[in-house]
C-alpha cells in the first residue's frame, strides 16, 4: 500500500479557504481510488470527497454543497482538496484515504490512511 502524507491543514476564520495535498508514494502498484475522509473527536470518521484515479469519477458528500473541489496531479502522485467558503463546522482532522478498486464512492471501503492534517476554522 502506498504512504500518503497530508498537508496544508491550518487556521482560519469562517468564509476563508485552504487547499490540502495529499502525496502518494511507496507502492509499485498504484490504488485507483483516492479520497477525503475528515473526523472531530469522539464521532465517526465521514466522507468528504473521492475520485478514480486517472479517471472522471469523482464524489462528494452532501455538506460539501459546491464547496470543495478534490482533483489530482498524476504527474506529481498527488491529490488535493480545495476548500473554500469554511465554516466553523468544517473544523476536524482530514485524512487522505486510498483504496485498491472500484467504486470509489463507497466510503466503506477505504483501509489505508494518512496521519492527517488539523484544519480549524474559527467564527
Known amino acids: 500500500q502506498e504512504h500518503l502524507a497530508e498537508s496544508g491543514g491550518g487556521s482560519v476564520q469562517a468564509g476563508g479557504s485552504l487547499r490540502l495535498s495529499c502525496e502518494l508514494s511507496?507502492?509499485?502498484?498504484?490504488?485507483?481510488?483516492v479520497a477525503w475522509f475528515r473526523q472531530v473527536p469522539d464521532k465517526l470518521r465521514e466522507g468528504v470527497a473521492a475520485l478514480h484515479v486517472g479517471g472522471r469519477t469523482i464524489k462528494y458528500a452532501e455538506f460539501v454543497k459546491g464547496r470543495f473541489t478534490i482533483s489530482q496531479d498524476l504527474a506529481e502522485n498527488a491529490v488535493y482538496l480545495e476548500m473554500n467558503d469554511l465554516t466553523p463546522d468544517d473544523t476536524a482532522m482530514y485524512f487522505c484515504?486510498?483504496?485498491?478498486?472500484?467504486?470509489?464512492?463507497?466510503?466503506?471501503?477505504?483501509?489505508?490512511y494518512g496521519r492527517g492534517t488539523q484544519v480549524t476554522v474559527s467564527s
Open positions: 484515504a486510498t483504496q485498491r478498486l472500484p467504486p470509489c464512492g463507497n466510503w466503506f471501503s477505504y483501509n489505508n
Open positions: 511507496g507502492s509499485t502498484y498504484r490504488s485507483n481510488c
